[in-house]
């Protein structure tokens, strides 16, 4: 219990220090837009008769309720998946019979779930929540802004959230951690040139659906 407390005090203050990071990156952005802005607006007074297309609409989109099954087969963890997808493996890690991705057809969206064993090789506890880290700080130069917080589930794991706004290829990356044996991290990425504020929708949808499979977490001793 004592080592789950420390593990959950580091990892609060790594995300406190990551947010005011990624909290720089986006004033900085939020800066360079006000300084563009009087650019725009000259642009915009110089050319005030020309026509301007309206942007391109998008098709409404149809969101299911949400319904969860348990994940069947020989995993070292349990957990409860959306019914609007589909449980695949890891066609890129077939050696890797714990990765799987969550694959929501309906959508052209994909939930990619790695697993590792803590302490097998170089897999210690604080190479893969740094390469987690880094993993969502790699996009960081697209992002708009990146928000991560730390939450406690109701098996008593640690669980880390990242959620990225702007142009990016993946809007929602977590992490959930006993921090002594299991480590199971999961991310979102889409299978479309659509912007995202278009899949806003179906972003948001995900995310409840992302929420309720971390909640549901059990990490099995095989």
Known sequence: MKKSSRTQESLIGLVSQKANF??????????MKLLALPL????????ENNWLPKPTGYNKIDLPEHSYEKLQGDYPYQLDFSTSSQVEPDSFNLAEKAWINLNYKGFGAKV????????????DF?????????LTAKHQIKAYGIEEGVLITPNGYTAVVAELSGEVPTQFQFFVTDSTDHF???????????????LAPV??????????????????DQ
Request: hydrophobic fraction near 40%.
């Open 22 to 31: 990624h909290l720089t990156i986006e004033k900085s952005i939020k800066q």
């Open 40 to 47: 725009i607006l000259m642009g915009l007074a110089s050319c």
């Open 112 to 123: 990619h779930l790695t697993y590792k064993k803590i302490g097998e090789g170089k897999a």
């Open 126 to 134: 604080e190479t893969l929540s740094n390469d987690a880290f880094k």
């Open 184 to 198: 199971l991290r999961g991310a979102l990425y889409f299978n479309t040139a659509m912007k995202n504020d278009s």
């Open 203 to 220: 972003i948001e949808y995900i995310k409840i659906d992302m929420t309720h499979l971390m909640n549901s977490v059990e990490f099995l």
